[in-house]
């Protein structure tokens, strides 16, 4: 499952616009979100006949001390032939000028570790350097990209100005942590709240708040297989506080919702002090 990129995610998701940029970065709020997972629909090649579990995504952190990302996502698969735990538990870091990236990823399977994926990704002059400490010592130059409380960031800002199409690109860890990402992004008009909506009583007082609906393509460019087809895409409700909900994850041959259940809104940092 490639559960982490919701923390886009951000999703899902999760710094600053890239050095230079002379745009003010939006105010992420700090948070704690926890969602239901179900199985939206599955054909026959995926072999699954069900699926539920639960996604923890805490978001902590600011502009000037950078930001950090705690993420839990528990599902239990059920197939023909037998019923499967995984849990994928994944922490990450972003400094505030979004030069480095820490990141560290467990994932159990019925309880024993499957493997453990552990590194920092530094931007520099040539692009990307990854250095991996587990599950063995590597080293990996990548193409420059962003990392994702930058992509959040950008994301929200070109949803501001009306900006409904772009692509850009996008370094995780998530998986082997040795490629980055393209992503193809598509951003609705800005919608209002539905007082019917069944979220409402998790967002309480951000239950009349506007939204977006986004939907986000990932593309493997490493994949040699001359087919534009995605490894997977999801789509949700953006608000302009970087709080995402209504989540489809598609995986091609199966998807799976997840339905905001609870939010902890978290108080934000003092801002950061002016230089004189």
């Known amino acids: 499952m490639r559960a982490t990129r919701l923390a886009f995610h951000a999703v ?12 003010a970065a939006p105010a992420l709020q700090a948070h704690r979100a926890v969602y239901d997972l179900t199985l939206k629909k599955a054909d026959d090649r995926s072999g699954i006949t069900g699926i539920t579990g639960r996604m923890v995504y805490e978001f902590n952190g600011s502009a000037c001390e950078g930001y950090t990302v705690k993420f839990r996502f528990v599902t239990q698969i059920a197939t023909n032939d037998n019923t499967k735990l995984t ?40 692009g990307l350097k990854v250095d991996i400490d587990k599950p063995e010592k590597n080293s990996l130059e990548l193409a420059a990209t962003q990392f994702p409380t930058q992509h959040l960031v950008e994301l929200i800002g070109k949803a501001e100005k009306g900006e409904n199409f772009y692509q850009t690109n996008l370094f995780d860890g998530s998986e082997d942590a040795n490629k980055v990402m393209t992503t193809t992004v598509v951003v609705g008009k800005k919608s209002e709240a539905d007082k019917a909506d069944p979220e409402a009583p998790a967002l309480a007082k951000l239950a009349t708040d506007k939204y977006w609906p986004v939907d986000i393509a990932y593309f493997d460019d490493s994949a040699q297989n001359g087919e534009e087809v995605p490894e997977y895409r999801i789509s949700f409700k953006l608000h302009e506080n970087g709080i995402t909900r209504d989540l489809v994850m598609d995986y091609g041959d199966f998807s799976m919702t997840g339905k905001l259940v609870n939010l902890s809104l978290f108080d934000q940092t003092k801002p950061c002090p002016v230089s004189k």
């Open 12 to 23: 899902l998701l999760s710094a600053l616009l890239p050095t230079g940029a002379a745009v």
């Open 87 to 126: 849990d994928q538990q994944t922490t990450t870091f972003e400094d505030a000028e979004g030069k480095t990236f820490s990141f560290v990823t467990k994932s159990f399977v019925d309880q024993n570790l499957d493997k453990e994926v552990k590194g920092m990704a530094t931007k520099d002059a040539k």
